[in-house]
């Protein structure tokens, strides 16, 4: 586990379940909601970073591939109720899905709907086949 600074925030670098994780603290650390950002962590951070700054969290798990498959949702699931044991976050986040990730977020909330709040959704991938 290592830290360093995200816009400004502390960066909770770690393992989980064999695959990078990362853990954003925002500077008043009072709320327990949060973001799961699904894919592409470091891509458009505007939302997260405006997010961050009125108290949420931001968590990402990284995935075996950007195409959406069962295991990397259970990492999810896993990594859902990781953080609301170890740092007290709500179970239910709301899922950032991006491109790619917009199809982790929806699958995510479909086949876990009691780890979902909501979901932010921006240009999502649908479709495999329109896909580059």
Known sequence: ????????FKRINF????????LVVPKENSCRKWLLKTEYFEAFPELEI??????WHLA???NITRWCMDEDLNVKKAFAEYLSNEYGLEQ????????CGGMIAVKFAAK??????CLYLDAP???LLSCP
């Open 1 to 8: 586990m290592t830290e360093s600074i995200w816009h400004g």
């Open 15 to 22: 393992e989980f379940m064999g695959r990078n994780a990362i």
């Open 50 to 55: 405006e997010m961050v700054k009125r108290g």
């Open 60 to 62: 990402y798990v990284s």
């Open 92 to 99: 239910a986040c709301v899922p950032v899905g991006m491109s």
């Open 112 to 117: 876990y709907p009691e780890y979902v709040s």
């Open 125 to 127: 991938v649908m479709n």
